[in-house]
């Protein structure tokens, strides 16, 4: 009988250490903790996404709104600025209750590579008023938002000299989506899109 109770309550010790884990690793939404200093490679981004080491051979890989999320806000965060770092889509997601800023922001523009895989994602809400957003983990002022579409910027702007020989996004439907109150439009996916850049392969459903 003793023995069974101590198993009862490390089993009840060991969960209460992983709700615990759980909830750290997305503890920077509400604290604003996380920097580029701080960075998001290896074990420490898998906490973010599904898998993935964001390689081409292991793209960081999305599939729950959380995870999506994880993905605007660390873009904007600057935590991709350091090389092509690979992204894919691997479920079809529902972003209804989010509301997101544009993907890529004058500072930091968007120079990865995401592959939608074929998915949808439903009930996009992208605003560049900062008052709407969903728990933003840091202020994004007016100058950051100027570039309005699903991506802000895609690309180099006024001088920047990322490698951008690998950017795009591929094979990705959004349905039901939004931008600043408005159906979103096929004119409304890019904000600055760079030359260099082919062309953003999103296709747009109502």
């Known amino acids: 009988m003793m023995k069974r109770k101590l198993s009862l309550v490390t089993l009840a010790v060991f969960l209460c250490l992983l709700m615990t884990l759980s909830?750290?690793?997305h503890a920077w939404f509400f604290e604003g903790g996380v920097?580029?200093?701080?960075?998001?490679y290896?074990?420490?981004g898998v906490s973010y996404f599904n898998s993935g080491d964001g390689s081409e051979a292991q793209?960081?890989?999305i599939s729950t709104p959380i995870q999506l999320y994880n993905f605007v806000w660390l873009q904007n965060m600057g935590n991709f600025s350091g090389g092509t770092v690979y992204f894919r889509i691997s479920a079809d997601i529902d972003m209804a209750g989010y509301t997101l800023p544009p993907i890529g922001i004058a500072e930091y523009p968007f120079v990865g590579n995401l592959d939608g895989g074929g998915h949808t994602v439903l009930n996009l809400t992208v605003s560049t008023c900062a008052e709407d957003f969903t728990d933003p983990p840091v202020a994004?002022?007016?100058s950051a938002l100027a570039y309005v579409g699903?991506?802000?910027?895609v690309g180099n702007l006024d001088g920047q000299s990322f490698d951008i020989s690998h950017t795009g996004v591929n094979s990705l439907t959004l349905h039901n989506s939004a931008i600043n109150g408005e159906s979103l439009a096929?004119?409304?996916l890019a904000g600055f899109l760079d030359v260099g850049v082919s062309e953003l392969q999103i296709?747009?459903?109502q």
């Open 150 to 153: 699903v991506f802000g910027v």
């Open 140 to 142: 994004l002022g007016d």
């Open 42 to 44: 290896g074990g420490v």
């Open 35 to 40: 920097s580029s200093e701080l960075g998001i």
């Open 23 to 25: 909830t750290v690793s």
């Open 203 to 205: 296709t747009v459903t």
């Open 186 to 188: 096929e004119d409304d």
């Open 59 to 61: 793209p960081y890989e």
